[in-house]
């Protein structure tokens, strides 16, 4: 005995005396040569010496090395419940120096002769680690079998365990190259045995030999299924029929199938660092039972594969994207051939179990749907790029067909059956819509796909992301559809995604709009071309009367919505793309302005939308659709108030007398431009204007002066056209007709509300704010008070300004027109007092130099000589007789012209137009003015009587219209 122990190398050689007393020690526990029991190292080390060098003994031997490791074992599980659970000891005193003799005698035999000892050692090994697991599972710091890795790490802190798994591991390399068989064998019957306390072991030894390890288990586990297939399905016939699971619901751990519980741990375990391996193994699973099948268990591969992917998510992520990849249209139709053969229920389980994959995939899961939905759409389709690009066969197109359906009718009950109003626990989250929840614009393109069957699913599917993913993704979702709806049957299927939202996601249209606003004004912002379409497709739907929209139509509550950003909006109106612009534009035509607009915000409004009413008219032309969305949103915005309209009426007044507008109507280059509304600066304005803002500049013809008309600093030379070409004379009338028009349908704003009278062409109000913004465009410098008319001497002391006034009127034919429109409105046509004076005189001098020609010499004077006794006449300033003066001027000489506006004058002098002369007649429902409180006009008739009876032989037939 003394010379056995401490020894575990080879005999040094013991006699057969010896080797009896030891026998004889080992079978009974007690020694021999003292008479007392032995102890455990002293008989483990007895068996070791008779293991060395009786080799008959080894059965008995190593089934006595089992208690050795047991008793190991069992004290450092007491260990650790005196430690209350913390870190336990490395190793048991007293058994850790045995622990490693047997190990080391082992180790030594496996080197010495591995055919021999290798699958024995291994065998017994592997068992005794089966046994171990099992027997102390229940024990309490012992983890439960489903935590893996912490049962891994508690076994392997063990000394006597972490000494099996060495002689195991040493085995395993010895016999790996020639005969695997025996120790995969011998570890996959224990793992059966000891399932699932001994897959701690079978996950260690996997990633030393992870190729053979989980080849090994994967057939394993797919021998073990069909077995309980087989044994389920015989008591189902037994008992009358079989019970099967809802196949919407299939239950992830099947309590028929333990090992497959097994095989999902080991490779859960191993997945961590051979992903790749155990990616590449179940492909080949899987396209193997495709094929002819020389091994019972092929047919079942599929079911078994789905089943171990249902309850391991990642082995599920490890394997979708390669297995979408694979599934060309010739796999397809093999893979439907394969699973022909099963009956409708086992058909039903195994569709409800791929509808349950799917809805657990996360990544790679717009891949799959892109995948399934090309696979089940119609062949006529031309699907995107990806492995079901090709037609699929009928049969495979239907299959995909009903997934697609089941995959729906899933969603839609794990969408609608969580609890509303509360944090939804993770159990109830479906990572398929997690993921597809990033990815909303490729989803919003591919449902504007306009095919029909395929679109139906896309739309579907949209609106349950909408309702899982809340207010915020579905406001996403309803941008990305605006911002890319090309026409208005995509723009219907917005309509249609917001009525089925409507009752579920609490305001969503309010979000959505507050998207698409900050969509247009901060990042990440939008090209100009998706900015206009995202604009005309909100006109578009503003303007909806469908029933979309939860009952009530959706036009005027997304209007109602939209009416909260006018402001924003609004600054729209400048944006340089010229397609922004106009859509905006049309978008605010069709919203409805918010009470809350104040004083400021709605005059900067309407500066911006007066601005795009003339950029619209210089680009587009009087007929375009633009320019009349301008009109709709100007005569809008004059309906919010008096003031509102007042307001309009100016600004459009003002601008149009803006310089850079005046060639719009016709005008020539020295349009006034009013000190209330100047020009833009331009960083090259011209030197010369700089000069005369300064002082007085002369231009002395051919010297060094002329340079500044040669052109502008910094911009060359002049075009040789002028400064600009302006429109054509019909386009320039066009465009009066449009503004004057655009002013009476905004001043009719301005008509009584409570009035049950017509409404005169242009109400008095409306008309007096076109002639105040007039007087203040073309002069300014005088005050609203100034109407009297003074004697005729006076105007001497106006040239200048009443030149300046005719220069406007001459190169602006716009301002004549406004005057006239001035006067369908008495007694307005009184505060434009100043530019009648300014007017009446300069042609009144004009006649006067002209006396020895004719008037028809003087076009322009003649045809403003006529125009302003009309307006004069329509405004009621002049009476009948005399307003009718100017029939005759093209027919009279100039000094007659010029003594016929003298007698204007005087009565004008006499009869000051006073708004107080006028009086409202509720009849006609308009003022008007009492020509005989004026006393006795025959006076003022004198001079036109006169010329008449000069001229009788050819204005006889007119003398009767000129009588009181």
Known sequence: MAAAEGSVGPPAGISSQELLQEMKAFISGMDPSHGHKLTVKEHARCGLLLLRNLPPARGAVLEHLRGVFDEYVSGYILELNREGGGAGPLGRPGLDDVTQEIQGVLSEFVRSNPAAWAPLVSAWSIELMGQLSSKYSGRHPVPHAGSLNELLQLWMSCKATR????????????????????????????????????????????????????????????????????????????????????????????????????????????????????????????????????????????????????????????????????????????????????GRDEGDNLAGLAVHLICQTGPGAERTLRFLLGAAGPASVIAGPGPASAAAPDGVRRCCQRLVQLLLLQLQRLVYERPAGQPQPQARAVPFLDALGGRVRELCAETLRLERERQLWQHQLLGLLCVYGGPSLGAEALCQLLVLAGSPEELGLVARLYGGLAGSVPRLLPAAVCRCVARLHSGPELPPGQAGRLLANLAGLAGWEGPEGGGAPLGPRLARALSAHVRPLGRLLAHPHSGVSRSAARLLAAVPLPPSLGPAHLAGLVRAATGHFFLALGRQGPSSSALADSCRLLARLSTVSPGAARCVLRQLVRSALHPGNARLFGGGPSAPCSPAAPAPATPGDSLLHVNRSHGTAVNFAGSVWAVFHAGVIGRGLKPAGGSGRGPGPEEADANVYRLLGLVVRCGAALCPPASTLPCPTLPPEAAKAVALALVEGLCPEVTDSDLDWPPAEHARHTVERDLRVCRYFQEQPLLLGLLRLVSLGPPALCYCSVLLRALLATLAAHWEASRHGHTTASPWPLHASRQLLACMAEGQLLPPALANAHELFHLLTPFEVRLLLLSVWDYVRDNGPQPHRFSFDPERGSFRRDFSRDGELGKYLGVLHSVLHKNIDRLGHLYGRFQL
Not at 269 to 295: V, W
Not at 320 to 331: F, N
């Open 163 to 342: 000494a099996l798994m060495e002689i195991y591991v040493q085995c395993l390399s010895a016999m790996i190259g020639s005969c695997p068989d025996a120790c995969v064998d011998a570890l996959l019957d224990t793992s059966v045995q000891h399932s699932p306390h001994f897959d701690w072991v079978v996950a260690h030894i996997g990633s030393s030999f992870p190729n053979t390890i989980i080849s090994r288990v994967l057939s394993c586990g797919l021998k073990d299924f069909c077995m309980h297939e087989a044994s389920s399905s015989s008591s189902s016939s037994c008992s009358g029929g079989p019970s099967m699971p809802d196949p919407l619901f299939p239950s992830p751990a099947d309590k028929r199938v333990p090992k497959i519980a097994s095989v999902v741990g080991i490779l859960g375990h191993l997945a961590t660092r051979h992903s790749a391996s155990i990616r590449q193994e179940l492909l080949l699973m899987f396209h193997q039972s495709l094929g002819p099948c020389r091994e019972p268990q092929g047919p079942a591969a599929v079911p078994f594969l789905l089943q171990l992917a249902a309850m391991s998510p990642a082995l599920l992520g490890a394997v979708s994207a390669e297995l979408i990849d694979s599934l060309t249209p010739p796999v397809l139709e093999q893979l439907r051939q394969r699973l022909a053969g099963l």
